[in-house]
């Protein structure tokens, strides 16, 4: 089986021209099969703000309504993902930016409202696999932003990290694929105050633990639930850290193993 590496990119490098640009480098670099997937929350609540929209957040998800779904679908599918598709242009990697509508990539459905009604939120149902096959072996990188559609004309808001796990989950019939979600930190850390105390291994055993002592907290539970949801999926291998990992495999990040 060919290789396949999947990586997501979070809202604080989006944010962060600088940051943004060195990965942006690095990634057109890096061999072999790959597909970015972004985020870009934090430039949607800003721009939310700037039109005098409020942003909504419980349980590290946006509660899209009408109005934020203009918003994000400006934020994410337009702003954000076609300027990382021209800097990639520009380091010569053959970058198509998509949406899950775009060739029916990703199907899902408007998350069903119980004590929380989330809005035009949606939870992915299928990934089209063989179409995402077919864009890598016409040697096109794919962008995905975080934006899902339910087959009926509906848009829908989808967590970034969520769509870079299903991604790599359907992939996984065809190829060997690693997930790689980048952030801003080397790593999950035993202490959020020190960069170096990065957590080498987390297991299901050791998660517990440090969910219970409260090291683990925020956005940092639904991209490990994320991560563990792709290993027991048939992910060969899913990594937490700084994207400079992607350059130097022997540096410091966190791998999720069963
Ligand atoms: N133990 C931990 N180690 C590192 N980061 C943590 C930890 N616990 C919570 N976090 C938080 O999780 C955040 C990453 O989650 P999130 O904001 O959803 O990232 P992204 O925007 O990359 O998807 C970090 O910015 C950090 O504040
Ligand atoms: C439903 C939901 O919460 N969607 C996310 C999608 C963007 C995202 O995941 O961005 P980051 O990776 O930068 O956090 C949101 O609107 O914030």
């Known amino acids: 089986m060919k290789k396949l590496s999947i990586i997501k990119i979070g809202g604080?490098?989006?944010?962060?021209?600088?940051?943004l640009s060195t990965f942006l480098k690095l990634f057109a670099k890096l061999d072999g099969l790959k597909i970015l997937v972004?985020?870009?929350g934090k430039l949607a609540t800003q721009l939310a703000t700037k039109l005098g929209i409020q942003s909504k957040m419980v349980a590290g998800r946006r509660i899209t309504d009408?109005?934020?779904?203009?918003?994000?679908t400006m934020v994410y599918a337009g702003l954000a993902n076609k300027n990382i598709v021209a800097q990639l242009q520009a380091h010569k990697c053959n970058a198509i930016g998509l949406s899950g509508?775009?060739?029916?990539?990703?199907?899902?459905?408007?998350?069903?409202v119980t004590e929380i009604d989330y809005g035009f939120a949606g939870d992915v149902d299928d990934v089209n696999k063989n179409i995402i096959s077919k864009l890598l072996k016409a040697d096109l990188t794919p962008v995905f932003c975080a934006m899902t559609h339910d087959g009926e004309g509906q848009l829908l808001n989808t967590n970034a990290d969520t769509i870079a796990s299903e991604i790599a989950i359907a992939m996984s019939a065809f190829y060997e694929t690693t997930l790689y979600y980048c952030?801003?930190?080397k790593g999950v850390l035993q202490n959020i105050k020190d960069e170096d105390s990065v957590i080498s291994q987390i297991n299901n055993r050791s998660y517990t633990k440090l969910l219970n002592e409260g090291i683990i907290v925020d956005g940092m539970i639904p991209k490990i639930d994320n991560c563990f949801y792709a290993v027991e999926?048939?992910?060969?291998?899913?990594?937490?850290?700084?994207?400079?990992?992607?350059?130097?495999k022997d540096g410091l990040f966190t791998t999720i193993t069963l």
């Open 233 to 248: 999926r048939g992910v060969e291998k899913v990594c937490i850290g700084h994207h400079s990992m992607l350059a130097t």
């Open 183 to 185: 952030f801003e930190k």
């Open 66 to 72: 009408a109005e934020t779904l203009e918003v994000i």
């Open 101 to 112: 509508a775009d060739g029916n990539m990703i199907q899902a459905h408007k998350r069903p």
């Open 38 to 40: 972004h985020g870009g």
């Open 12 to 19: 604080n490098v989006i944010e962060n021209k600088q940051e």
